[in-house]
């Protein structure tokens, strides 16, 4: 699989959210979903083919019209709370294409499950993106390198630096 891993009423919103926008400039980015006597809902929308993302309208559109849909489906027992947003810089990454477009720079995971050498939370240059995998790269002198399945990525996104660098 060249996704991470979701929870099946995860990946349950994920496809009725794809189908709702396949007609449509935008793509669902991810949904994060924590079901309870308060549910939550959240999904992250971009433009399909835009770099610029949708705008603060767009997203507003896209709310009221994916809450009904989500609503029939019944993915919660009760009551629930719908956020739609764009991904800003807290750029969801959760399918290989959007990983592929990270190669070579900062990113950041959070895992299902701990890995010996480096934990559950880690930070490291995305180096290779492969069939159900990545590669994460962490040091500059004694560099060494993590295969990572991405069944057991729960969480990923680009690390920004915006470290200003003095000239001499």
Not at 61 to 69: Q, T
Not at 94 to 109: C, H, N, Q, W
Not at 118 to 134: S, T
């Amino acid at each position: 699989m060249n996704s991470i891993r979701k929870s099946d009423v995860e990946m349950r919103i994920l496809e009725v959210c794809e189908r709702e926008l396949k007609e449509t400039p935008y793509r669902i980015l991810d949904v994060d979903a924590r079901l309870g006597a308060s549910s939550l809902i959240r999904l992250f929308i971009d433009k399909a083919d835009n770099e610029s993302g949708p705008t603060l309208d767009e997203v507003a559109e896209l709310s009221r019209k994916l809450d009904p849909i989500i609503e029939a489906e019944r993915f919660t027992e009760g009551a629930y709370h719908l956020e739609v947003s764009s991904p800003g810089l807290d750029r969801r990454l959760r399918v290989a294409p959007d990983f592929e477009k990270e190669i070579g720079r900062e990113i950041s995971l959070n895992l299902h499950e701990s890995m010996p050498g480096i934990g559950a939370n880690i930070k490291g240059e995305l180096v290779k993106v492969d069939l159900g995998r990545i590669n994460i790269a962490q040091g500059k002198k004694n560099r060494k390198e993590f295969e990572i399945p991405f069944q057991n990525i729960k969480r990923a996104n680009r690390v920004w630096d915006f470290e200003v660098r003095k000239s001499k």
